[in-house]
């Protein structure tokens, strides 16, 4: 297990749903604390990151948060040890595990019975979970390697890339029974190769950007090709976008998105490319860009961001917040949907935020330290100093348990 200053930790943020779509300050987090090899999952106070709960000893698993079920009763973490551990999520006491191959990359668990999730091993792949007989259902190989995933309210959706190379993709749309559905998206390639370049081997690859919300997914590749996809039919339309998304100067060997829907019309998108010089490989910041889906038009903001802050708001959320909170080579800033910024902190550092929980952004300069950012104004709501190391990480929604 690595030390617990790196340790990943699940925090999903405890309040009622009207404080979701208002976007107040979150109540509480739920994180992992811990001294030394030994950690414990714990609900922390969202002002203080305080424990206000039993904790729930791991010992040196390094677990990560799956999903909870419906309604926040149970809770599912993965290991190191490549296991499903089951928490009760009331009296924070584990409960049992099951073997696991790997860790989820998603999961939706809307049924006490169905935990599904997607798996990220070297074959993408769909397994269901029975929480309640303590036993795996089906297994559905995906048939290729996973580039990127989201969940919305009762689906998972999954980029699938060929399992060698660099080549046609296709989408999966995964229900909350564990039932597939794909197509094929033959104008995005997507993938990873190893190639000579005469100062040794260097590796190419393209990960195309995916935004999800209740309707449709949205492929975006650096290039400007777009796929989109209506949920309901799998009908792709293609587009092309009205600028590239790429930033490099120089011939990139790779390049990786993100994207998110901000509005119901308008999807952020960012990452980063990389260049080989000759003798080391660099990064350069894609920048960030706001692409309309009435036209396609693209807008780019800036030149520094490579990624935006986890969210902690709902799966398929697109309205929950007007503040788009990005990060890269010059701090973290937060922007309207309409590209005017509001805030910019941390400037000409790589501050990364933990997780945007609410009104609130948490930023950690190291394990025990963390700023307390309004996302509305800017401003420093509170400066924390934790007994002991806590790293905040995001996972999923509001819940009606506290």
């Known amino acids: 297990m690595r030390q617990v200053a790196t340790i990943v930790v699940a925090a999903v943020v405890l ?41 729930a000893p791991t010992g040196t698993e390094d677990p990560s948060l799956v999903a909870l079920v419906a309604g926040g009763g149970r809770a599912a ?4 040890f490549a296991a499903l551990r089951f928490l ?22 809307n049924y006490a019975n169905r935990l599904v999730t997607l798996n990220q091993s070297s074959t993408a792949e769909v397994i269901v979970v029975d929480p309640t007989r303590r036993r795996f259902g089906a297994f559905r190989p995906l048939g290729g390697s996973l580039v990127a995933s989201a969940v919305t309210g009762d689906r998972i959706v999954a980029l699938v890339a060929p399992l060698e190379g660099i080549g046609q993709t296709k989408l999966a749309v995964v229900d909350d029974r564990g039932r597939v559905r794909t197509t094929p998206l033959p104008q995005i390639r997507a993938g990873s190769q190893t190639v000579g370049n005469g100062n040794g081997d260097v590796a190419r690859f393209e990960y195309p950007a995916l935004a999800v919300d209740a309707r449709q997914a949205v492929v975006i590749a650096a290039d400007g090709t777009t796929a989109d996809v209506r949920l309901d039919t799998l009908a792709v339309t293609a587009h092309e976008l009205s600028r ?9 060997n790779g390049s990786s998105r993100t994207a998110r829907w901000i509005d119901a019309n308008t999807i952020a998108v ?39 802050a986890p969210s902690g708001f709902g799966p398929g959320c697109i309205v929950c917040s007007t503040v788009v909170v990005a990060y890269g080579s010059n701090g973290v800033a937060g922007y309207d949907t309409d590209g005017t910024l509001r805030f910019r902190l941390f400037a000409g550092t790589h501050a990364r935020p933990a997780v945007v929980a609410g009104s609130y952004v948490y930023v950690g300069t190291d394990a025990t330290h963390f700023t307390i950012v309004d996302s509305w104004t800017g401003a420093v709501v509170k400066t924390v100093e934790t007994d002991v190391p806590t790293v905040l990480a995001p996972f999923f929604s509001y819940w009606t348990y506290r």
């Open 88 to 109: 009760d999520f009331r009296t924070m006491r584990w409960e049992f595990r099951l073997s696991y191959p790997g860790r989820p990359a998603a999961a939706i668990w």
């Open 77 to 80: 973490f993965s290991t190191t």
């Open 15 to 55: 309040a009622v749903p009207q404080a979701a779509a208002k976007g107040g300050p979150p109540s509480r987090l739920l994180g992992f604390v811990g001294s030394g090899k030994a950690t414990a999952v714990v609900k922390l106070d969202a002002l203080t990151l305080k424990p206000v709960s039993r904790a």
């Open 244 to 252: 590239s998304l790429a930033s490099a100067r120089k011939v990139a």
């Open 270 to 308: 960012t990452g980063a490319d990389a260049s080989f010089d000759g003798t080391m490989q660099r990064s350069t910041p894609a920048g960030l860009f706001f692409v309309d889906t009435r036209d396609w038009h693209v807008r780019k903001l800036d030149a520094d961001t490579t990624g935006f």
